[in-house]
């Protein structure tokens, strides 16, 4: 709701979609690059006592930057805040995944709750958009902007207030380095995650090229539906069943599906098979993401676990930033098919890189031995 509340804000205040871009952008970078800095706080002190402020900074960015731009002023003052929002902003969904991992690290079930967060996350993408449009044209984009607001004080703030569940924090002292993270491993689920993100960003840019292109305009908002929901079932269907094969092979398959599934995109010509495919194409996205995050689980030690969850998804948010961005320079210099390209040229690189690390993931194969202690 966030982005494209920037985005019909500005445009909705005399400003051009190159501004609004690029602050929207703004906004998603300092989100990706800077925000898992506060995760490592948030690993080291807890989320009660670290979230609310960092919610509360971003939530008086957001408020600021809305009202920067209703008073007209300056580029700078809008680009410094919605960058400071970004940077403030606390990767929700990374902290409810470290709250599963505490509660059933070891267990089969974390899979389960991986996939549920996976299917919650496809419900938001349907909802949010939707939400904030239809509030922009009944009271306008600055009350759309400010109900993204409330909702994000009332949601975080709800969250933070459920203590039983949050991890336990891992205080170090002052003197003490803090666990190493990175790895061969970890590396190659973040260029697979950043491979993922721009199949959605290229995807989602060049279907509403695609669409227009053909006069089918209407048809937009089904085809991007359909590759949601496509997402969601395979969410649900993975949730339910308990894994056969190990996560790293689950990771292969999934990425093998995606590349094989995305290829006949680059000939789609008719709106109805390019709505069948999306479906079809959809269904390998939601596996990809949730055995990816569960390996990220079991790869970094349990004290910054919460900052590699938000690293990864900043890798997701990377990818679809650059996926959307190169798609639509295609689309302008090329056709809607090229868009497409890109897509498939992402998916083929996330099978390659999947294919190519295989070995190195095996460090992955296996669940902690123990769970992870919550906090009361």
């Not at 759309?144 to 207030?161: Q, R």
């Not at 997402?231 to 999934?254: D, E, M, N, Y």
Request: glycine share 10%; hydrophobic share 55%; charged share 10%.
């Amino acid at each position: 709701m966030i982005s494209l509340g920037i985005v019909l804000l500005v445009t909705g205040q005399g400003g051009d979609y190159v501004t609004a871009g690029m602050l929207t952008a703004t906004f998603a970078l300092a989100q990706a690059f800077v925000s898992p800095l506060g995760l490592r706080w948030v690993d080291r002190v807890g989320q009660s006592a670290t979230i609310p402020w960092l919610i509360v900074a971003e939530a008086i960015g957001l408020a600021l930057f809305t009202v920067s731009v209703i008073l007209g002023w300056s580029l700078v003052v809008q680009f410094v805040l919605a960058g400071i929002s970004g940077a403030c902003s606390p990767h929700i969904g990374s902290l409810v995944r470290a709250r599963w991992a505490a509660l059933l690290s070891g267990s089969p079930q974390l899979s389960s709750a991986f996939a549920l967060e996976a299917v919650v996350d496809e419900l938001v993408f349907i909802v949010g958009p939707l939400l904030v449009v239809s509030i922009a044209l009944w009271f306008g984009e600055p009350v759309a902007m400010t109900a993204t607001v409330v909702l994000l004080l009332i949601g975080s703030l709800w969250l933070v207030g459920q203590r039983g569940t949050q991890p336990a924090p891992h205080r170090v002292s002052a003197q003490a380095k803090p666990e190493r993270m990175w790895s061969l491993a970890l590396t190659i689920m973040l260029g697979i995650m950043v491979l993922l993100g721009g199949v959605f960003g290229a995807f989602e840019v060049t279907t509403v090229a695609f669409t227009r292109e053909l006069g089918q305009e209407g048809a937009t908002g089904v085809v991007l539906a359909l590759y949601a929901g496509g997402s969601l079932i395979a969410g649900l269907v993975l949730g339910a069943r308990p894994p056969l094969i190990t996560l790293r092979s689950q990771t292969l398959l999934a990425a093998t599906l995606l590349a094989a599934v995305g290829l006949p995109l680059i000939w789609v010509a008719d709106v109805w098979w390019l709505a069948l495919l999306s479906f079809l194409a959809g269904s390998t996205v939601a596996p990809v993401l949730i055995t990816t995050t569960g390996m990220v689980e079991r790869a970094v030690p349990v004290s910054r676990i919460t900052e590699a969850l938000g690293l990864t998804i900043s890798g997701l948010a990377v990818g679809f930033a650059l996926g959307s961005t190169i798609s639509g320079a295609l689309v302008d210099q090329v056709s809607a098919n090229a868009g497409f390209l890109l897509m498939v040229s992402c998916g083929v690189g996330l099978f390659i890189l999947t294919t190519i690390g295989y070995r190195a993931l095996r460090t992955t194969d296996q669940p902690r031995r123990t769970t992870l202690t919550t906090s009361d």
